[in-house]
């Protein structure tokens, strides 16, 4: 019964996804002539610019993998699931990175950066032609999806770091909004997958339980 209702509860999130994605696509265009211009409004740029600078550091690959790394090591300490957990932070990294790398070069958008409107050029290994999804907010949702599953009660935290790596992937014009759409279904469902393979036998021996 509530197995039913979490499956149908993840459809319709993924659906809602889908669809905000399919907004957010129609207006790139907009959103990027936004960020422009916020960039040249002298009124706000030195806040602007204290803001983003904080947000590009924590959306560096390398500081939210340090940051698993010290909750497994932690989790080791406290001898919370750290087995499971380290597997999973490892195999994590490895499966959105491949997974957001193979889409990356089989779509071929162009980034914002190239100037070259909403052009995509299909299969390719072009110096950036590689836009959508967002690798970025790709491996930071699947990172917060794995890590809110072994410590839920901070999900807010994690999904709130999360939210603010795909952000400053806009505000540095690295990416249009609907690639970091894309890119958090992709991490979602990467997460998802890794927490399936890492615990599959444990929701196997669900039911039997119950049963008893």
Known sequence: MHYSKNKNGEA????????ITLFLFLMDGQVESWVTALHK??????ALEFVTSGMRF????????????????AARLLKIESPRLGRSIVAGFLFSGAAVQILKHLIGRARPSLDKGL??????IKHGYDSFPS??????????CMLSF????????????????????????????????????????????????????KEKALPSAEAA
């Open 12 to 19: 319709l999130l993924y659906l809602g996804l889908s669809a």
């Open 41 to 46: 409004l002298e009124a706000v740029r030195p």
């Open 58 to 73: 924590l959306s560096q690959e390398e500081v939210f993998l340090g940051a698993a790394v010290l909750l497994f090591a």
């Open 119 to 124: 052009a995509f050029i299909g299969p390719n």
């Open 135 to 144: 690798g970025h907010t790709t491996e930071a949702f699947c990172f917060a």
């Open 150 to 201: 072994y410590f839920p009660r901070y999900r807010v935290l994690f999904y709130g770091y999360a939210v603010m790596v795909a952000l400053s992937r806009v505000e540095k014009m690295a990416h249009f909004t609907s690639d970091i759409g894309a890119g958090i279904i992709l991490g979602l469902l990467c997460g998802k997958a890794v927490i399936w393979f890492f615990n599959r036998k």
